[in-house]
């Protein structure tokens, strides 16, 4: 049972970077859909994903 999941890719919201001007992303993946979110390495958008995923203190 091997099933692709649904791909998309998506600016963020504050600092507007996409893939071919983001330095960094962030996925999510859920049962059908795996989702990536660009950002600027100093977006604050950025910053919170690291700190809610246990990445910065």
């Not at 001007?21 to 600027?40: F, I, K, M, N």
């Amino acid at each position: 049972m091997s099933e692709e999941l649904k791909r998309e890719t998506l600016l963020c919201p504050y600092c507007k970077a996409g893939p071919f001007d983001g330095e960094a992303r962030t996925v999510s993946a859920r049962a059908e859909c795996l989702t990536v979110t660009w950002h600027r390495s100093s977006c604050p958008h950025y910053a919170a994903d690291r700190i809610l995923a246990g990445y910065e203190a």
